[in-house]
């Protein structure tokens, strides 16, 4: 398959746009109307089918076309830097949405996420084995290797930062209460936090257009998101740790 320039590039540029509308939109309404802050008699379905079935497209789409891609296109850094869009996906779609215990999930959230994971599974797929460009240089070893580490780091984050919020309620109940330990020490949104730093270095270790527009997209969606379970978390508990942040440590 030939590279789609023009494709890869107008989606790329409607991330990057449709990431700073989420934005204003979110500081505009102080609020993203699904989990506890779902509005009554709202259409749902169950966490776990929910995150699944919006998850699932940004696992099996790359993995579609990088199994009928021949292999000489699927080779060296563009293998590694799928492989770890795939290994996050394929944890959200088939461990992470099995193990949640979250509330029911609206319906309309579910099908807008699903777009989203299919249109930027098909970007970062097609763009990573028949677009991208390597060069063998220091420079490109060195950024490969550091952003590789920030995402390690940054899925540990994540999924260390998960964990500790399932534990804080049994299968069925639907109560919160304060998260302690890990970077939730810091930050009270200690897993969006993770995911953000996730991404950030996937597009460092990518260095692409379509790479940079899904961690700017990313970090619009759920810094709000974070910044919203902290002023929830100050409403709600009295005793919570007033010298957390919200989102980055130390600063906001």
């Not at 790329?12 to 509308?21: F, H």
């Not at 949405?97 to 999930?105: D, K, Q, S, V, Y």
């Not at 060195?142 to 952003?147: I, K, S, T, V, Y």
């Not at 993770?194 to 961690?215: D, H, I, Q, R």
Request: aromatic share 16%; charged share 15%; proline share 4%.
């Amino acid at each position: 398959m030939e590279c789609q320039e023009a494709a890869v590039s107008c989606l790329s540029w409607v991330l990057i746009v449709g990431g700073a509308a989420l934005l204003w939109h979110q500081i505009r309404s102080h609020s993203a109307k699904y989990g506890r802050y779902t509005p009554d008699g709202s259409r749902c379905c169950s966490a776990r089918l929910g995150w699944f079935l919006q998850e699932v497209p940004a696992f099996a789409l790359p993995l579609l076309l990088l199994l009928f891609t021949d292999e000489s296109a699927g080779s060296g850094r563009r293998l590694l830097l799928l492989s770890s869009f795939i290994l996050h996906y394929f944890h959200r779609s088939f461990i992470y949405a099995f193990l949640n215990r979250g509330r029911p999930i609206p319906l309309n959230i579910v099908a807008y996420a699903a777009v989203f994971c299919s249109l930027n599974g098909l970007l970062q797929g097609h763009h990573l084995l028949h677009c991208a460009h390597f060069e063998d240089t220091w420079l490109t070893d060195a950024r490969l290797a550091a952003g590789f580490l920030l995402f390690v780091l940054g899925m540990s984050i994540n999924i260390h930062s998960d964990h500790i919020l399932r534990s804080l309620r049994k299968s069925g109940e639907i109560v919160y209460r304060i998260p302690y330990g890990g970077m939730f020490e810091f930050v009270s949104g200690a897993n969006f936090f993770g995911e953000m730093v996730e991404w950030c270095g996937y597009a460092v270790a990518a260095w692409s257009l379509p790479a940079f527009a899904f961690a700017f997209f990313t970090t619009c969606s759920i810094g709000p998101r974070a910044y919203q379970h902290h002023r929830d978390y100050l409403k709600r508990f009295k005793n919570y740790p007033r010298s957390r942040k919200a989102v980055l440590p130390f600063l906001l």
